[in-house]
């Protein structure tokens, strides 16, 4: 293949990834925003956050597009598997900006009520998925298969830590029939939190796929047990 191709093709395998991590960027930062205004219950700026989550789709298109170029030069077997990964990872933020905007949807409603003490718990949830969601793009940066595992296996402390502020909220709502409204939003937030742990263990997945391929993934820890109590 020509100098003038390879070039042309690394170019464009560079600017998927950097359109990619700044995707993943985007979704961490509005992440990390909707977290403070549920802390700080700020009206205004949860329906920013809300708004912000179509720059994050419009960029997704952006992907889409590029892939679909990609695709159409006859790729090699490392570049289907850049492709396929690019397109899964580019979903898997995509909805994680989604579950960002919800968490700053429910704040709107959950400052109607008086605040809650559980919000920090919700607060260490979040900081746990922005941190899985910071990694594991740093990971597929530099395709470090190590680093990816390692978020893989971490998704475990979130499942527990949202299983435990679960317990707590059903507690609160049997002792106090008045805070069945807002902690009924709280439980939906911390689900959504959780979801987004679960979103970033697929990119580190993915990012298995994009060194190895088939290769057997580790098992890994689980430790969502709101199953068996009816979570949202």
Known sequence: MPDHILKSHDSEHHRLQEEMLRMGEMAAAQLEAALDVVQRRDDKAAERIIAN???????????????MKL?????????LREILSAIRIAADIERIGDYAANVAKRSLALNMSPPLPHVGGLHAIGTLAVKQLRDVLQAYRTNDVEAATRVRERDAEIDAA??????ELLTYMMEDARAIT?????????KNLERIGDHATNIAENVWYLVRGEETLPPRDK???TSTTGAP
């Open 182 to 190: 807002p902690c009924t939003h709280l439980l939906f937030m911390a």
């Open 53 to 67: 989550d179509e720059a994050i789709d419009a960029l997704e298109h952006e992907v889409s597009h590029d892939v």
């Open 71 to 79: 695709a159409l030069r006859g790729p090699l077997a490392r570049d």
């Open 162 to 167: 949202y299983t435990g502020l679960f317990r």
């Open 223 to 225: 430790r969502d047990e």
